[in-house]
């Protein structure tokens, strides 16, 4: 038995973090296939002619589906298990992404983007149940740090390698490139990935089964809760509005930022790159070392509600002073505060994405974490509303980031109101 036990740990540690590589690069592919149309826009509109309205309408076709995708596919990641379910997201938005190719109007646009929306809606419920199932609880912040350092990685290399595929071999074959790398990440994934067993690794790891995975084990044949009766718990609603609230501001980094440097600080496309690659850079920091914070504090005995809320903390904090980037005269100084806030979202998002494993057993966690996903790509929508409208009647970004400075600390008091010790939710078997 003792052998038996040994072995399992040398596999599991080895394979775990082979794993936690696949998830990453998911990620990366994920965040480099959307990113993609942004930047051959201002071709592509030559190309083919569309209104500044008629690419704003392409843009929402994609951001409407991907809430779609990551409410759909949370469910379908729980009916399905991880191993099936991101092979088909991968599949699906691969596909989506290399038949931009074969479009050339705005309505063929707008279809392939929301295919794309729907299928990408996949990676991240099935890579926060996919860590839940081969990561202890105490470095399971850690590996989502890590894995979701990759879309710090996809916004770096994209703007790197796309423009100059597109220049050699023309945008369609830039869309085809792109899309034919997800092919082959679904390849390995399918030839060398299978689902942990999660009671030996528990055994293996000498980790003590805390409420969550006792309810697991308890209920392993257990049916997976419902959308509605997912809705009613506060566990859910905590997880709900951490993303509401603090999505938003990721996606304004994502889109703006360009626009910001353009304006504020009156950067050309020519030099406009580097200070977006720094930011990226800070960013992947933060999303493994906020990762860590939690980690470290769970192996020093803190309690989950403790060392996750910490984190948290910290990170909120980190975010507090771009409200004031906009008096930062130099340059380098105000890509110094954006790229602290943009890697202390990430490092938020890390502890905010293992918080959903934390309160909802592995049945639930993936229509829990697409319910949550859903949350906050309609609270990116309607801030990119604000945006608009505050851009257009004062021309001042300073108000965009106070919003962006508060919402995490106020998402931290709401979610530390709705479970104050972050007990499991309580589910019908």
Known sequence: MQSAVVGVVRVASRFRWTVCALLFFATVINYMDRQILGLLAPLLQHEIGWTQVQYGRIV?????????GLLCFGRIVDWLGTRLSYAGAMLVWSVAAMLHAAVGSVMGFAAVRALLGIGEGGNFPAAIKTTAEWFPRRERALATGIFNSGAN???????????????????????????????VWLAV??????????????????????????????????????????????ETWAFLIGKFLTDPVWWFYLFWLPKWLNESRGMDMQHIGLPLVVIYAITTVGSIGGGWISSTLLRKGWTVNAARKTAMLICACCVLPIAFVSQADNLWVAVGIVG???AAHQGWSANLFTTASDLFPRRALGAVVGIGGMAGSIGGVLFSEVIGQVLQRTGHYWVLFAIGALAYLLALAIMHTLTPRMAPAKLDA
Do not use: M, T
């Not at 929402?60 to 779609?68: L, M, N, Q, R």
């Not at 996809?154 to 220049?167: D, E, N």
């Open 60 to 68: 929402i076709a994609f951001s409407a589906f991907y809430a779609i």
């Open 340 to 342: 602290l806030a943009a």
């Open 153 to 183: 990685i996809g916004a770096v290399f994209a703007p790197a390698i796309i423009p100059a595929i597109a220049v050699i071999y023309g945008w369609r074959a830039a869309f085809i490139i792109i899309g034919a790398i997800g092919i």
């Open 189 to 234: 994934w399918l030839a060398i990935y299978r689902p942990a067993d999660r009671s030996a690794q528990d055994e293996a790891f000498d980790e003590p089964r805390d409420e969550v995975e006792a309810l697991d084990a308890r209920n392993a044949s257990a049916r997976a809760p419902g959308w509605g009766e997912l809705i009613k718990k506060r």
